[in-house]
């Protein structure tokens, strides 16, 4: 039972990324997903959150507008439409996922590494 992140790699400022988060072993009903990033020498964010329940999503000031996050419930998989992509936004993406925590507070609250299953992450990267 585990999450698994594909879809990262380097891209020029400006160009687009989808990432996506693939349960392997359970499905994805009832559970909060979040996307979380951490950059070197920096505290891992959540970048945006969905609710597998009721659709409802969260997205951080500095993605806004920019990133989409999705679920594609057949595919139990989550997805984060990263475009214009910036500098910025180079890190190590990580996918979570619980059952216990809200949308709001999965993506707003520092992460907590109790949540039901984290992914190994995938390494995003925006350079010229």
């Known amino acids: 039972l585990h999450v698994v992140e594909s879809g990262g790699g380097l891209v020029q400022p400006g160009g687009s990324l989808r990432l996506s988060c693939a349960a392997s072993?359970?499905?994805?009903?009832?559970?909060?997903i979040g996307w979380f990033r951490q950059a070197p020498g920096k505290e891992r964010e959540g970048v945006s959150c969905?609710?597998?329940?009721?659709?409802?999503?969260y997205y951080t000031d500095s993605v806004k507008g920019r990133f989409t996050i999705s679920i594609n419930n057949a595919r139990n998989t989550v997805y984060l439409q990263m475009d214009s992509l910036t500098p910025e936004d180079t890190a190590k993406y990580y996918c979570?996922?619980?059952?216990?925590?809200?949308?709001?507070?999965?993506?707003?609250?520092?992460?907590?590494?109790?949540?039901?299953?984290w992914g190994q992450g995938t390494q995003v990267s925006v350079s010229s």
């Open positions: 979570g996922a619980d059952r216990r925590t809200t949308v709001q507070a999965m993506c707003v609250e520092p992460p907590s590494f109790l949540y039901d299953y």
């Open positions: 072993g359970f499905t994805l009903d009832d559970f909060t």
């Open positions: 969905i609710s597998s329940s009721d659709g409802s999503t």
